[in-house]
């Protein structure tokens, strides 16, 4: 069992910048399968980026070259840095884990047996 919690959301211009971050509590180890999803007013939860246990990263179409996921396995704290933000990427940000370290892969399926609760970000044009 392991539980997510986001922040690090918020309100932005277009064209600045956001760092999201994911604690992760109630596992020992620090290195996982874990991703970004989000979910847009009407629309629905997509993959945004991934890292899985080695740290092989994957994003999605829309955000490469702009965001960049990253992990901290001092703390145990997923990141999302957005940069060059713009409209469309305003929505519910969620973290996702995958505790099997052996046999996951980075994924922007939903097949992630846990979330967090989800961070608001908001970029206004």
């Known amino acids: 069992q392991v539980h997510l919690l986001e922040s690090g959301g918020g309100s932005v211009q277009a064209g600045g910048s956001l760092r999201l971050s994911c604690a992760a509590s109630?596992?020992?180890?620090?290195?996982?399968?874990m991703g970004w999803f989000r979910q847009a007013p009407g629309k629905e939860r997509e993959g945004v980026a991934a890292?899985?246990?080695?740290?092989?990263?994957i994003y999605a179409d829309s955000v490469k070259g702009r965001f960049t996921i990253s992990r901290d396995t001092t703390n145990n704290t997923l990141s999302l840095q957005m940069n060059n933000l713009n409209p469309e990427d305003t929505a519910m940000y969620y973290c996702?884990?995958?505790?099997?370290?052996?046999?996951?892969?980075?994924?922007?399926?939903?097949?992630?047996?846990?979330w967090g609760q989800g961070t608001q970000v908001t970029v206004s044009s």
């Open positions: 996702a884990a995958d505790l099997r370290r052996l046999r996951c892969m980075a994924t922007l399926r939903e097949s992630y047996p846990y």
């Open positions: 109630g596992s020992a180890d620090s290195t996982y399968c």
């Open positions: 890292i899985n246990t080695g740290g092989t990263r």
